[in-house]
């Protein structure tokens, strides 16, 4: 409850939490974070993956992946000195030492192993040593869909049923109404359903109040934009105030991003928009200029051949924007290559910002598609780019795109991570048949979201996923449990309250509000407001990179400014006093039932009506009731999505 964060105790907490931060932070500052992918990998890649990567696992230590190295118990995150892996890397004896044969490790090298360690592990997602035999396809491919079994006739489930019997698990259990009404609403539109909206929903025909509901949500326009500008300004990094805006190095893409959400613009021609721009929507491949000396893989080219990997096909390409990438297959002249599509002249190769005397030639990342001619201008450069990225043979693209929306609503993608889609999927037929339904359906985003929240499996009891596992293996057993995001989370905040933003930081024309859209869930939501320091402590990005999945870990300083910040204590003042204003003559009783009504979708029980009580007192304050309603929205029930 916020009343005992007031005493000396919690004090206490909170200010050793802070401090431990604060000493983590030094500690940070201090010491250079060690980077994976270039000071780690290359040196277990030369010297230790001959013997404990790819089924060769001497001594029986894999150092296949991260969770691989943890098991064997050689290495201790954040205790380099008392790791054995050290140990065996400094030792003098033939019988001990590591590597067995060879020259030794430099010190150097000695020491980024040391940092490495001392700072927990840092390691590349999805990223393993061991050799895979899996190459993603690149053509779309048509599934042969299975029998139904049990009268299950939804294609997803119907996939997804072999799936389970295949890995000889329980299909998971169903939903009840309520959980589902809180679930896809959250999910479409990142706002709570109204009581009135639950007793409309629970009035109406078992059979199909789930499929209205879903109906109602994707047929108004303006809370789904609201709500996936987040993850559009998040994937296209797009913000409305930061770095570049200032001095001309950024342009912005919001109004063009507002109205094709608005207008469920098909996804394949938002693509050919954002690749082959017009004056609203070419913010996106000019990235960021940064002002002075950049290294040579931040130019804006080389961001253009980033981003362009990222977003469109799940790539990671900044590693191979420095030198041939060590965690996948792309190679330096690959970067390269799509960065001059835009260049304006030609484009000098550079090996670690070592220039080397050679110009990279426009072409795309997979050549069997068609090329880049280079004779061309820039425009018609892009414009071909384009037409490729977007290529009816393009099943990358799609697939891309289709695992981005499953694991927004699932939780985890089929595909993990989302932006390493080399890895294999859990189930192939079920990524190509959404892959192959989005193109098939013209790239219709909201009839993909339609068809997977209208599965069984979408309205299952949320399950446990298992971690990260490289090269195939059970990683789904039913969606999984996933936190609000910021933006989710002060929005039900404000509608909970009736209060909330008044005013949009972006530059784009707001719709008037439909009929469909009660009073409640009205008003500029946060995804339409510049970051602040709550926001970002809750995991806003600062939008300067693609951004594809957030944190889902709870931090120190979330914790610290959900206890005690001033952003939430204000937002809680604001919300009782907007509270007890609208209700001026409510009991009580009756300012509890309906905090839990508007937030949790449920009455209290009489277990938590006897502490809600007592926390808002016989004669309620702002004081008081801004207390009870911290201490409902700090439950995991209401800042979890299950």
Known sequence: MRKLFSGAIAQNVAAIAAMAWIVNAGIAQKNEPVDFAHNVAPIIRLRCAECHTSGKYKGAFSMDTREDMLKSMAIKPGKSATSELIGRVVSDKPDHRMPPKGDRLTSKQVDLLK?????GLPWEPGY???TSSYLPPLEPRKVALPASIQGREHPIDRILDVYHARNKQKEPDPLDDRAFLRRVYLDLVGQLPTPAESEKFLAESPLERRALAIKRLLADPRPYTDHWLTFWNDLLRNDYAGTGFIDGGRKQISAWLYQALLDNKPYDKMARELISPNADSDGFIHGIKWRGNVNASQVVELQFSQNISQVFFGVNMK??????????TWKLDDAYSLAAVISNSPLEIHRCDKPQGRKAAPSFLFPQLGTIDASQPR????????????????GRFSRTMANRVWQRLMGRGIVHPVDVMANPPFDADLLDYLGSYLADNQYDLKKLMLHIVSSRAYQSRPALQENGIVGGGVVFRGPGFKRMSAEQFLDAIWQVTATGGQNSAAPVKLPAWTEITPKERQGVRVSLMNADALTRSLGRPNREQVVTTRPDQLTTLQAIDLANGKEITQIL?????????????TKPVGLIVLGYERALGRQPTSDELQVATDIIGSKPTDDSVADLLWTIFMLPEFQIIR
Request: hydrophobic share 45%.
């Open 115 to 119: 940092a490495w360690i001392d700072q």
């Open 128 to 130: 393993s040593f061991k």
């Open 319 to 328: 590693c191979a924007s420095c030198h041939d990438s060590f965690i996948d």
């Open 379 to 394: 425009d018609k450069r892009l414009a071909q780019l384009a037409k490729l990225v977007t290529h009816e043979k393009n």
């Open 573 to 585: 003042a604001s919300g009782a006093a907007a509270l007890r204003k609208a209700h001026p003559a």
